[in-house]
């Protein structure tokens, strides 16, 4: 468990700055996503040496150098595989995961499953700019098809994936999509996943400068994102465009329409906290620009993780058993004296 | 004969006794046929006796192979002996062939004159096909070097077994014991401790226990009846060291060790790892020792379960990962990450037949140059060799600890035949056991993440450690700081500080052992699970009194002791002898400049003490 302590002294941001310069591209969007996180962080009420941030290989991972907790730059995929190992280890650390969309999905996209599966108590933040930067320039697994990049002069083949639709299906318990320019937005989805006990999945749609420049304007510039962004709000009807379209369920389908009075009543509700996780699954369908791009909790349903029943077994083992005798142990079994 | 099988009969009808020194048995049969639990029992029989003992079981890859074919044979073979011995036994005096294929695949090693057990069952027609015998060698006088015993045991067993209402195929599934029955009339042993066990293990079906022990003791009391032997035999207790004693593996001694690097240092276990054949069995025990607070995840890929165990470790735990060879492929980069991160963790390879797959249930010792080399940059890593079943043991501590105490991953190597092997272990005391002191530093005024201690070792902060946030990665450091550094210079500073960290190893590794002639004719240099059969080799050739030949076992690979260069120069010749075409010899003469003559041997199997003399008397005459 992590223990939160109300007679800590009060942390700034400024708590959570390290030494070190940061070397992102002027007008990264990662600039955006730490600021987030060194403002989200010194409110948790967690001592700042109980934090880890484990990350893997991109841009985006290097993240760890410019927060001052303990941090850890692995390999590439190979963060959550890690910090599995940290959680699991010491359940008293909030362990954030910093991977993209190349680094988690691609790579590492084995880890990605099987640790949303286990529910480790993970905070993950996956950095999409649906491209790889720190390799210059190639399609990512989240790359539209047909982007035209260094390594598909001729358009890509390959069918992108929903970072959402593969955390949905490995049976993750929070799952949330923000942006990079939108602060307020940022903040307070990474403030849920903090306190959400359990893997916490955030996908922020993140733009990249220089490969990938304005990926996400047509429905996430300032005045696209009226039109086209649906932002996603527990027990409130899911409408966008001013409220002037909404979704509706039709059987086993929901629909996308225009709404009129009429039928204003009949819009589906949001509930993150629905068991099955369907809604959530839809909306993580979504696509520009035949749907809006849901932004938001799609899902917050919590169950025991896999650090506590780590540690349960262990408490059960040492209570039905005691606590391990070397001795014992050694002498056990056939044993014969000479 | 339901009477009788009840009760041992009094031995009146005992033939003349004979003394042997040692003897070599094998079960040999499908792998459905219980050989493998029947090697064991009688492993446990002579432990009793006070024999000293060595064991090889001997398994196919298949779980079940259609029944009856070679592919699906599964043996035990179990020396004992009233002296010390290092290995199962090179040529077996006894072979018990529960079918015509188990048969076929194991009488070349049956000694002239050796007796030769046979199921008459196993023998018919569809059996002797799908062996690959056109005519019944049970038939004809192919097997007259032999000491043919054959019988129906299958029939004999249904028929002992009646009275427990067991009947059918579960009925003849019992043929095992009694086939152990017999083995146990041959060399004189009591099949009482076999009968307290199978009362224990089948427990909660009291026919099935009624049925093995009738078909136990009819097989004992059949031998005692019926003049199938003409004599038996007596295998007298060895000299060995007094103390308490177990039967260990060589995975079981290493869950073991691990468990007790973890007492000693006072440090939480973390096991990361993913099934694979031969190294499975490792999990399998830790997993079952959560009292101790040992933490074992079983991975999604061997990747991951290196990963999660360098987490464990930045978190604080004495970190662990189990693999063999096509695991350790798996893990080389992570492997790497630890050395950078410069982090403590063990990885254990339970080497077998290699490349790729493989041959997953057979030993070799082909992964040396992989643990040594086997991973991008310039990147030592300290590497130990366990040479027995027990030495996995002590070899697993001494990996913890040199671990924790230079921070470092250390590679530990196993094989099939150590790792699946057995012998007597005497058990430690507590107080015998090394203790290694753990340090986490905690004044922020003083640390830096790379400052290196006297050993080359930087520090072990663990998160939740007050003052102490620094990150760590696998780029390189400029050190003390810890801090990303690009820059050349700092770059051959840091690899020439990792590599003197390693080298330094060598206070812990110690000075060379000969074993031998300490001068002369010629060196063996052999390393892991070859230590049996190179140093009887060594003893047998010795005994001669021809020849002058020392022997020095390696268990540490990396760092080498550093006087094994002079010790080498004190002979006129050098054979190192290992199971791969010469990866030892490579790293040796690489290192030293001497020519060596190898001798290399991958046919799955562990060396033969005769064929190590032969080759010793032949490198000396050449």
Known sequence: MIETNPTLPIL????????????????????????????????????????????????????????????????????????????AANPGLQVWVITGDGDGLSIGGNHLLHALRRNVDLKVILFNNEIYGLTKGQFSPTSALGIKTKTSPMGSIDQPLSPLSVALSAGVGFAAR???????????????????????????????????????????????????????????PLTWANDTKGLFAEGFSIDARDVTDSDRSRVVVHDAKEESGTLAWTLSRFAFPDRPVPLGVFRSVERPTYDELMDGQI???????????????LNSGFTWKV | MSDQSQTILEADGRKDSVELESVTIRFAGDSGDGMQLTGTQFTDAAAHLGNDLATLPDFPAEIRAPAGTTAGVSAFQLHFASRDIKTPGDDIDVLVAMNAAA?????????????????????HEKDLEKAGYTSNPLDD??????????????????????????????????????????????????????????????????????????????????????????????VGKAPQVPG?????????????????????????????????????????????????????FQAEDEIAAICAAIGAAFA?????????????????????????????LVIVDVQRGGPSTGLPTKTEQSDLLQALFGRNGDSPIPVIAAKTPSDCFWAALEAAKVAVEYMTPVIMLSDGYIANGAEPFRIPEISDLPKFEVRHPTDPATFKPYQRNLNGARPWAIPGTPGLEHRIGGLEKSSPSGNISYDPDNHQKMTLERYEKIESVSSVVGKTFVEGS??????????????????????????????????????????????????????????????NVGQLRLFLSGKFGIPMQGLGKVAGKPFKISELVTAIQKTVGA
């Open chain 1, 178 to 236: 923000t942006v990079d320019n939108d602060m307020k937005h940022l903040t307070s989805v990474l403030e849920a996943a903090a306190k959400f006990k359990g893997t916490a999945f955030v996908e922020v749609l993140q733009n990249c400068v220089i490969f990938n420049d304005g990926v996400y304007d047509p429905f996430y510039a300032p005045d696209t994102r009226k039109i086209n962004a649906l932002y996603l709000e527990d027990g409130k």
């Open chain 2, 316 to 344: 604080g735990n004495l970190a662990l990962t189990t693999t063999s060879g096509p695991g350790l492929c798996l893990k080389s980069e992570a492997i790497n990450l630890a050395v950078m991160a410069e982090i403590p």
């Open chain 2, 103 to 123: 048969l076929k695949t194991n009488i070349a090693d049956l000694k002239q004159g050796g007796i030769l057990l046979v199921d008459e069952d196993g023998f």
């Open chain 1, 315 to 329: 408490r059960a083992a040492q209570a039905a058993k005691g606590t391990g005798d070397l001795a014992k142990l």
């Open chain 2, 244 to 296: 308490t004693y177990r039967r260990i593996s060589g995975n079981e001694a290493a869950a073991m060790g691990f468990v007790a690097a973890s007492v000693q240092s006072g440090t939480p276990l973390f096991l990361g790892s993913y099934p694979i054949t031969p190294a499975s069995d490792i999990l399998q025990e830790l997993a079952a020792l959560k009292h101790f607070g040992v933490r074992t």
């Open chain 2, 518 to 579: 300490p001068e002369g004719d010629l060196l063996v240099v052999s390393w892991g699970g070859t230590y049996g059969s190179v140093s009887s080799a060594v003893d047998r050739v010795l005994a001669d009194g021809k020849l002058k030949v020392g022997h020095v076992h390696l268990r540490w690979i990396n760092p080498l002791p550093i006087d094994l260069q002079s010790v080498i120069g004190r002979y006129r010749k050098v054979l190192v002898p290992e199971l």
């Open chain 1, 12 to 87: 700034t941001k400024k708590d959570f700055v390290s030494d070190q310069q940061v070397k992102w591209c002027p007008g990264c969007g990662d600039y955006s996503i730490l600021a987030a996180l060194q403002t989200v962080l010194p409110r948790q009420g967690i001592a700042r040496e109980n934090f880890a941030i484990i990350s893997g290989i991109g841009c985006s991972s290097r993240f760890p150098y410019y927060m001052d907790t303990y941090g850890f730059h692995t390999i590439h995929g190979r963060a959550l595989a890690v910090a599995t190992g940290v959680k």
């Open chain 2, 141 to 234: 006088d192919r097997l007259k070097a032999f000491r043919v015993v054959k019988l129906d045991i299958s029939a004999n067993t249904v028929r002992a077994v009646e009275p427990s209402g067991v009947k059918g195929k579960n009925a003849a599934r019992c043929k095992n014991f009694y086939t152990l029955g017999m083995m146990y009339w041959l060399y004189d042993r009591s099949p009482s401790p076999t009968q307290e066990w199978i009362k224990q293990k089948f427990g909660k079906k009291p026919e099935i226990a009624q049925a093995n022990e009738f078909a136990l003791l009819a097989g004992y009391n059949y031998c005692d009846t019926v003049e199938l032997f003409s004599t038996t035999y007596k």
